[in-house]
């Protein structure tokens, strides 16, 4: 029965969808040359203008504005879920965070996917389709199951007990020393850094992809020219090859810095946020149904909102710039 | 993309004497012994990537006793010393509900890749191939949105559906198109983005014969240019079908338990490792199947895909 209804819903809502296109398709052939050539782009772009302006901008306006107001979202009080944010220790922990992670994770998933995307591509093509595929294969793993998998990697067992998670296996059987209880210990941010580890097991293979296809389209002529002009390997990469390749590696960079910045599942599946972890996707979550504060939530977000202004200008910049190249 | 010229690599000239003649005499190829070299360290790279997975799946066909009181690796040394066993993922079966959650997951998945890539379609067509007022200013507006964080929509979207709940009396919150019209409008810019890259690759001429020959624009698009963007369209399908099937958030928050997706199970799953990590390891290998069997029989036309849309 669920299945049957949810086949009914999945049929329905596609075919309402399309019928809208068409409809309005039809409803603007009928109107005369001038008006349909004025008017066709919009039955294009209407329905995509429509969503994005009630799911993504008015949304956006909205937390902004909700912002400004009390837990029950009736009573205006400027700025105080601000000043209540950044008084806080935790908060400004979790601002902490957030950077940490924005440093370390796109610049070492990016700094791996490179470096398996140049030496695959010269250990023959068998070889670097296996590489390359164990490398890849995490992409296709929710940031649930991650979390599941790398909490077994970090799982503590009191001392005495058998460890059977791997890095305290390997810590108690070197040093012979105590287990380590690793997700609590927030000595030098390290349980932060346990949990970075995840994500740049996850993204490096996003990384390597785009890379690997980058490398490839560089010509071989320039590659050639280098090394007939007297460069050596190291050379060539640096000077020839990643100048090339430039374009791609930020894009990867910044695909990947935009999914670090909202970061949410992995933390609140391995940690929750406890010991010195959270970040502001979190933070958020917490704001929201622990403490049932959506006015302090939305000003989360808010300050996660802002720092990704300048992500979007670049964006956009960029854009411009390629269109005028074009 | 844009040129970037090279910078020159300036050498003396005897140096480059002496260096044609080397470069002259190396082929293209590494060297074996380089070639071992790099092999290693990919290697070195491979076994990081794979151990922690070797792990669970090692551990998710242990029992319970074995699992608790030694670690995986004890039963790769020793695998005839161990009780294997199945069982772990009979139960991880039921205690996923996979009868109702699978489902629940391909109910949504399934509109929310259909439905952005029809919606993002039309639009890329208009970006590519109309003129109108403000084209620029609204594919400048998509661009930016490419990286707004999807936590900005969620309280007032949930807001909305609740309003809208009371004012019709339906139940919205914790539907499956509640779900959908989220994952689809996040899912719009990127789309919009890559499929317009690719068409704009498309030759124009093509397009303006049929003009021509009488064609309407919405012929063209379903004759034409849907059948040509197909590597693009599909490309982009893996990617989105992917990402909804592992999302967590906006099955949270807009499912709920209602209609409680894989993801959300295999969550509550992670919670009972108390009892031994065979269990949740096993579950986890049943929700990891569907999205890595996919991944990798579409892997060619998945990288097709993503390199469509940032490399060019």
């Known amino acids: 029965m669920q299945i049957l209804s949810a086949l009914v819903s999945v049929v329905g809502g596609l075919a309402v969808s399309f019928l809208i296109y068409l409809g309005l398709n039809f409803v603007v052939q009928k109107t005369n040359r001038k008006w349909e050539a004025r ?11 429509v969503l994005i302006a009630a799911f993504l901008v008015y949304p956006a306006v909205r937390t902004f504005y909700l912002s400004f107001f009390n837990a029950t979202g009736l009573a205006f009080i400027g700025f105080d879920n601000y000043t209540s944010l950044f008084g806080s220790g935790d908060f400004l922990n979790v601002l902490l965070n957030n950077l940490l992670w924005i440093l370390i994770v796109p610049a070492s998933a990016v700094a791996i996917g490179l470096l398996v995307a140049v030496f695959a591509d010269k250990v023959g093509p068998t070889r670097e389709k296996i590489f390359k595929s164990t490398i890849f294969l995490p992409m296709a793993i ?24 791997l890095l305290n296996a390997i810590v108690t059987g070197v040093t012979n020393g105590d287990p380590v209880p690793w997700l609590t210990v927030d000595t030098a941010k390290l349980n932060s850094i346990l949990l970075m580890i995840v994500v740049i097991w996850l993204n490096a293979g996003f990384a390597m992809v785009l890379l690997s296809a980058a490398i490839k389209g560089v010509p071989e002529e320039t590659i050639e020219a280098s090394r007939i002009d007297g460069a050596n390997e ?8 990643v100048p090339q390749i430039s374009t791609t590696i930020v894009a990867v960079f910044i695909t990947i810095l935009i999914g670090v910045m909202k970061i949410f599942d992995i933390v609140y599946a391995m940690t929750g946020g406890a010991y010195g972890t959270s970040v502001l996707g979190m933070e958020f979550i917490n704001q929201l149904f622990s403490f049932g504060n959506p006015g302090k939530a939305a000003a989360v977000v808010t300050v996660l909102m802002v720092a990704v202004i300048p992500v979007i200008y670049y964006q956009v910049r960029s854009y411009r710039r390629q269109e005028t190249l074009r | 993309m844009t040129a970037v010229i090279p910078t020159p690599v300036t050498v003396s000239t005897d140096k480059q004497d002496k260096a044609i003649a080397k470069a002259r005499t190396r082929s293209l190829a590494p060297k074996p012994k380089k070639r071992i070299v790099l092999s290693l360290v990919l290697l070195f790279f491979a076994v990081l990537w794979m151990l922690p997975l070797l792990g669970l799946l090692v551990t998710s066909f242990r029992s319970r006793v ?19 066993t199945t069982q772990n993922f009979v139960d991880s079966f039921i205690k996923l509900d996979i009868g109702t959650n699978f489902f629940n997951s391909i109910a949504v998945a399934v509109p929310a890749t259909i439905l952005p890539i029809m919606f993002a379609a039309f639009a890329a067509y208009a970006f590519t191939f109309m003129d109108f007022k403000g084209k620029e200013v609204y594919f400048a507006t998509v661009i930016g949105l490419l990286v707004v964080p999807l936590q900005v929509a969620l309280v007032p979207i949930l807001q909305a559906y609740v309003q809208l709940q009371k004012a019709l009396g339906i139940q919205i919150v914790g539907t499956f198109p509640a779900a959908w019209i989220v994952h689809s409008a996040f ?20 397009i303006e014969a049929a003009r021509v020959d009488g064609a309407s624009h919405f012929v063209i698009f379903w004759r034409l240019i849907v059948p040509m963007s197909v590597p693009a369209l599909a490309s982009f399908a893996i990617f989105q079908f992917l990402w909804v099937w592992n999302d967590y958030l906006v099955a949270f928050i807009f499912l709920g338990n209602r209609n409680p997706v894989l993801q959300q199970a295999l969550y509550a799953l992670l919670g009972q490792y108390g009892q031994g990590w065979q269990g949740v390891a096993a579950g986890s290998f049943i929700t990891i199947i569907v999205p890595v069997i996919l991944f990798f029989s579409l892997q060619r036309y998945f990288v097709r895909g993503l390199t469509a849309g940032s490399v060019k």
């Open chain 2, 66 to 84: 074995d699992a608790t009181s030694s670690g995986w690796w004890t039963a790769i040394a020793d695998p005839f010393g161990q009780q294997w």
């Open chain 1, 234 to 241: 190291r050379q060539t990469f640096f000077q020839v090859i």
């Open chain 1, 39 to 49: 008017l066709l782009p919009y039955v294009f772009i209407g329905p995509v203008l």
């Open chain 1, 142 to 165: 929710s940031f649930v199951a991650a979390a599941t998998i790398w909490r077994f990697v970090y799982t503590y067992n009191p001392p005495g007990q058998p460890q059977v998670g």
């Open chain 2, 187 to 206: 899912a719009l810019p990127l789309a919009i983005y890559i499929l317009r890259n690719y068409m704009a690759t498309l030759p124009v001429a093509l």
